[in-house]
């Protein structure tokens, strides 16, 4: 396993940090690069969601779990004091006396067979784990920020489509009831043109409904007010600039690399070597365990000097055996190596999962390249039509309603286009950050090591 994990890190230090010769910028093609409220919106993300504050706070809770895991390699200060009121049978007084005693002591573990240590290498480790989870937080946030805005931008299409919907619903409703009041129309014709129209209504409703709220929550989940999010979206998601077939292949390149970086990965082998020290701390357990320690006793004379004073200066040497103990020191040793096969596998496990995790990402992109090609094309088409359908109203081979039918086509159409876009970005975007190549997640990373 250490052998993997030198070729991995040797890998990581030839490979460039962005891209080979032969694979693509994929940090290049995010879609913040031409959405500039999604630039500003992230790095509002970085700084100001509770999710992120919330993992401040778990890794100032781990922080002080090392602390205490360090502190008995070193020396300890210990003092008490007692002051009570006393009285003595054997003079038979009358009076109560003062006693005040006090004890300072000054104590250092000396050896303990290397326990102590692992014991404060554990809580290293486990803050290092936590500062992982902190890092994959920032990782999640990026991705789970671009493909909420992308949805906001494709709904706000959406919005648009539908209420040209209603317009047409409406204006042929309007239409029909003057034919009805010439006597040229039936009841039928208006009844059924009304209920498109209330369906149409309602349709648009629905997706208002649906637009604020993921306004809403895209607002909660970075700590920000609505309105500035609707203030900046741009009137569709940008075309990106696709990658050919060649290019999506040449990614498995970047999969070695991306061994190196992923963040699951690495605490699981964190988590090995957290059990690692667990094992040598339970394997020293029937071992003698040496401390040397310091200090003063003293006993005060009362107001009557009644009671002798005494005071006592005391240095020595300490040690603790534990000679039998039933089979728990065993025990523990079982279960540490169990916990530490347990751990390995779970390694073995991340690693396939991660290589699964590349191979699905690859598919996804290959498959949402595919499709914004056929829906870029057809929005061309679209497009098109709507000219040659206005020469036609132009010249009386066709009617006026049927340039309005190829509108609401045109617009239906751009609805699906933004969506393949927004789809064909996510995808980006998810591959660029499972190869640890996201920019702006490792800038805030980097801020939180330095």
């Not at 690069?33 to 630039?39: D, E, Q």
């Amino acid at each position: 396993m250490d052998k993997i994990l030198g070729v991995l890190a040797a890998v990581a230090i030839i490979s460039s940090p962005i891209a080979t010769a032969s694979t693509p910028d994929l940090a290049s093609q995010l879609p913040e690069t031409s959405l500039n409220g999604l630039t500003n919106l992230l790095d509002v993300a970085m700084t100001g969601a509770e999710s992120l504050q919330m993992r401040e706070i778990v890794e100032q809770d781990f922080e002080g779990r090392r602390l205490t895991a360090a502190a008995p390699q070193k020396l300890q200060l210990r003092g008490s004091t007692n002051y009570r009121k006393e009285y003595d049978f054997e003079r038979e007084e009358d009076e109560l006396g003062d006693r005040l005693a006090y004890s300072l002591a000054l104590s250092k573990t000396v050896y303990h067979w290397g326990a102590m240590e692992a014991n404060r290498r554990k809580g290293e480790i486990n803050l290092e784990m936590e500062e992982l989870s902190t890092f994959e937080a920032y990782r999640r946030l990026a991705l789970d920020v671009r493909r909420r805005y992308l949805q906001i931008v494709v709904a706000n299409r959406d919005l648009e489509l539908k209420q040209k919907t209603l317009d047409r619903r409406r204006a042929n409703l309007e239409l029909e009831q003057k034919r009805l009041d010439a006597g040229t129309a039936s009841v039928v014709q208006v009844y059924n043109l009304e209920i498109q129209a209330n369906a149409a209504e309602l349709d648009l409703l629905k997706a208002e409904n649906s637009f604020n709220d993921q306004v809403d929550g895209l607002a909660r989940l970075v700590g920000s007010d609505s309105q500035p999010i609707i203030d900046t979206l741009p009137a569709e998601v940008p075309e990106p600039t696709t990658l050919d077939e060649q290019q999506v292949d040449s990614l498995s390149e970047l999969f070695e690399q991306g061994f190196s970086k992923n963040l699951s990965i690495k605490q699981r082998r964190k988590s090995i070597d957290y059990y690692q020290e667990d094992l040598h701390i339970a394997q020293q357990r029937n071992k003698p365990k040496f401390g040397v320690s310091l200090g003063v006793t003293q006993f005060e004379l009362d107001e009557a000097g009644r009671n002798r004073a005494q005071e006592i200066l005391f240095g020595g040497v300490s040690v603790s055996w534990n000679i039998f103990d039933s089979g728990t020191t065993k025990g523990s040793v079982v279960s540490a190596m169990a916990r530490i096969e347990q751990m390995k596998r779970l390694f073995e496990t991340a690693r396939s999962d991660y290589l699964y995790e590349l191979e699905r990402a690859q598919k996804l992109l290959d498959l949402n390249r595919r499709i914004l090609e056929r829906d870029e094309e057809a929005l061309n088409q679209a497009r098109k039509r709507i000219g040659e359908m206005q020469d036609e109203v132009d010249e009386g081979r066709a009617p006026a309603s049927s340039l309005e039918n190829v509108i609401i086509s045109l617009a239906s159409q751009e609805v699906r286009t933004n969506r393949s876009r927004s789809e064909y970005h996510n995808a980006i975007a998810n591959m660029t950050s499972l190869l640890g190549l996201d920019p702006l997640a490792q800038k805030f990373i980097e801020r939180r090591t330095h």
